[in-house]
Nanobody, 124 residues
Framework: VQLRESGGGFVQPGGSLSLSCTTS????????VGWFRQAPGKEREFVAA?????YYSDSVKGRFIVSKDSAKNTVYLQMNSLEPEDTAVYYC?????????????????????WGQGTQVTVSS
């Protein structure tokens, strides 16, 4: 399974960006897909996940929306009200289980497949 992120870029505070995570494999509807981010000098942190339900970290809840379009083998991360603290490289990752709980989804080591990342920069 290969994952590819797209949609990163530069945006001013308060703006929006939409990231996409597309896979070349089949059966994506059976996967849980997580979004992580890593800022310079910081550890990779959980952002959101599309599993049997959507999950969000507290830092993005109410601002970001994760959704899955299985017909297009794509998971989206709509990011609204962006803040400078959201600046990071964003990664999508996949686990071949459709039903996972939050405590599993927040840990990077529980994902088998990763994309190469896409840069998001929020600055005035």
């Amino acid at each position: 399974v290969q994952l590819r992120e797209s949609g990163g870029g530069f945006v001013q505070p308060g703006g929006s960006l939409s990231l996409s995570c597309t896979t070349s494999g089949r059966g994506f509807e059976q996967f849980s897909v997580g979004w992580f981010r890593q800022a310079p000098g910081k550890e990779r942190e959980f952002v959101a996940a599309a599993s049997w339900v959507p999950y969000y970290s507290d830092s993005v809840k109410g601002r970001f929306i994760v959704s899955k379009d299985s017909a297009k083998n794509t998971v989206y991360l709509q990011m609204n009200s962006l803040e400078p603290e959201d600046t990071a490289v964003y990664y999508c990752a996949a686990n071949p289980s459709r039903v996972l709980g939050y405590t599993t989804l927040v840990r990077p080591e529980n994902y088998d497949y990763w994309g190469q990342g896409t840069q998001v920069t929020v600055s005035s």
